[in-house]
């Protein structure tokens, strides 16, 4: 499943480009499982929403041959450019400026596919959002996320061994299954056609323990707290009806 994502990690030089690009559990993996159950190919124009570091624009992109709009909040678009010329994508990926929460500067119908990796759960988690995208995609095309969240729903009962990591915004944006599931099915215009916990969560969180990024030290001891009793990876497809 993971074929492109493990050729290209056994590449030192894309090793150390990994490492230094990921910005949460391996996004290029994740990305990659996601992609196993949609039916992509290179004609196809994809909304990579909340990007990051484009890992998995750079899937979509090399795997796929698919054109893609690189959206984000946090990275810089040219950050974005100078890492796609980089990695010789440039001529596929446009990396653009978007806050999601205050609409999309895109046609509607313009996408194919909507796609996001551990980035909806910060921006998708209201009733509004998804109701808010759906314009962006064809009808009969999809909206594909994949999103950090949890084995069950905390509420006021967060485990003993969480709670010194713990926080306002984990609390807002980390959810179960099936509270995303519910929330999904109340909205209209599209069908949930798939809705799954990730494979690929455990591989992809050890990766993320390996990177650069600074708040990786601080990860490391919530991962050995969690021992993977309470941290999940969720799947959500649904087709534009
Ligand atoms: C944990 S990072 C993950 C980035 C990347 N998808 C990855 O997995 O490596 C979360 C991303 O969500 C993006 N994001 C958060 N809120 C957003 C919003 N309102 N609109 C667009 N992107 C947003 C941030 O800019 C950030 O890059």
């Known amino acids: 499943m993971y074929t492109f994502t493990n050729q290209f990690n056994s590449n030192a030089k894309n090793a150390d480009f990994l490492k230094a690009a990921m910005m949460g559990p391996n996004a290029m993996r994740v990305a990659e499982e996601l992609t196993t ?46 890492r796609f010329q980089s990695i010789g994508i440039d001529d596929k990926a446009v990396p653009i400026f978007v806050d999601a929460t205050k609409g999309l500067p895109f046609a509607n119908r313009y996408f194919d596919l909507l796609i996001t990796v551990d980035a909806y759960h910060y921006f998708g988690d209201t009733a509004e959002m998804l109701p808010a995208l759906i314009p962006f995609v064809k009808k009969g095309g999809y909206i594909a996320v994949a999103i950090p969240g949890l084995q069950y729903e905390f509420e006021k009962n967060v485990p003993a061994e969480m709670q010194p990591f713990w926080n306002s915004e984990m609390e807002r944006t980390l959810h179960s299954l099936d509270w995303w599931k519910d929330l999904w099915k109340r909205t209209e215009g599209i069908e949930l056609v798939d809705s799954r916990e990730m494979a690929s969560c455990r591989q992809a969180w050890e990766e993320w323990l390996t990177g650069y990024h600074p708040v990786v030290a601080d990860d490391i001891k919530m991962m050995k707290a969690e021992g993977g009793k309470y941290f999940n990876l969720i799947q959500l497809i649904a087709k534009i009806i």
Do not use: Q
């Not at 990579?48 to 990275?75: E, H, R």
């Open 37 to 82: 159950h949609l039916h992509i190919n290179e004609n196809m124009r994809i909304l990579d929403l909340g990007c990051g570091c484009g890992l998995s624009t750079i899937l979509l992109a090399k795997k796929y041959g698919a054109s893609v709009f690189a959206a984000d909040l946090w990275i810089l678009p040219t950050e974005n450019y100078e």
